[in-house]
C-alpha cells in the first residue's frame, strides 16, 4: 500500500480549481515512485505534469527498497489509474485517505474516509489480519481454496488500508502495520485463481 500527504493533495486539487485530471503510477528504478497528474486540458495555469510522492513507507519512495518490496520489478512502467471523474478531485478533509493499492500490473487509486477505531477494536482488527494470514490460508487444501481466500484477504487489507485510532500507541501501531504487511505480502504470492507465483 502507497498512502499520500493530505496537505500535498489538498494543496494539487485547489490548484487545479477540484478539475479532473489524469493519473498515473509511475515506477521507475531512478526516480522512485510516484503519482502524476495532468489536467486532462492543460492550460497556461496548470500546464505541466504533477508529482506527489508517498509517504509513510519504509525507505522513502526513492529507495530501491520500495521497488523490491512491492515487487514492482526492475525497470521503468507507467500505470493509468482510474479517479471516477472530477468528484474525486473535491476538498479534501484530514478525515480522508488516498492510497494507491495492488501490486505487479493491477493498482487502484482510492479515497475514502478514514474509521477511526478505539484502541481495543484496533487490537481486534490486527488480530483478524493476522488469523487471516497464520490461520485461514494454512487452511486452504487446493486452488479454489485460495482463490476465495485471495478475495476475502484483499478485501481485508482495502479495509485496512482506511484505518485509523487517535488514541494508538506507538506499539499498536507497529503490531498493526506489521500485520498489514506481512498478509499484503503472502497476498502478492498468490494469483487470483489460487495458485502460488515461484518468482516473487
Request: hydrophobic fraction near 40%; include cysteine; charged fraction near 25%.
Amino acid at each position: 500500500m502507497l498512502k499520500f500527504d493530505n496537505a500535498q493533495l489538498s494543496q494539487l486539487f485547489h490548484e487545479s480549481y477540484h478539475h479532473a485530471m489524469s493519473a498515473r503510477l509511475v515506477i521507475c528504478p531512478q526516480e522512485g515512485v510516484y503519482l502524476e497528474f495532468q489536467r486532462e486540458q492543460p492550460s497556461k495555469l496548470f500546464p505541466r505534469l504533477k508529482r506527489i510522492y508517498p509517504v509513510g513507507f519504509r525507505g522513502g519512495s526513492t529507495d530501491p527498497g520500495v521497488l523490491a518490496e512491492m515487487h514492482f520489478g526492475d525497470g521503468y512502467s507507467a500505470h493509468t489509474l482510474d479517479t471516477g471523474g472530477a468528484e474525486f478531485f473535491r476538498e479534501l478533509s484530514d478525515d480522508e485517505r488516498v492510497v494507491v493499492l495492488g501490486t505487479r500490473e493491477a493498482f487502484r487509486l482510492l479515497r475514502c474516509p478514514v474509521q477511526w477505531l478505539s484502541v481495543a477494536k484496533l487490537r481486534q482488527f490486527t488480530e483478524r489480519l493476522n488469523r487471516m494470514r497464520m490461520v485461514h490460508f494454512p487452511a486452504c487444501y487446493d486452488n479454489g481454496e485460495r482463490a476465495r481466500w485471495y478475495v476475502s484477504a484483499s478485501n481485508l487489507l482495502e479495509e485496512a488500508a482506511f484505518i485509523g485510532c487517535k488514541r494508538a500507541s506507538c506499539s499498536d501501531e507497529l503490531d498493526f502495520s506489521s500485520a498489514r504487511n506481512a498478509l499484503e505480502k503472502l497476498v502478492n504470492i498468490v494469483k487470483t485463481d489460487g495458485s502460488i507465483r515461484t518468482v516473487v
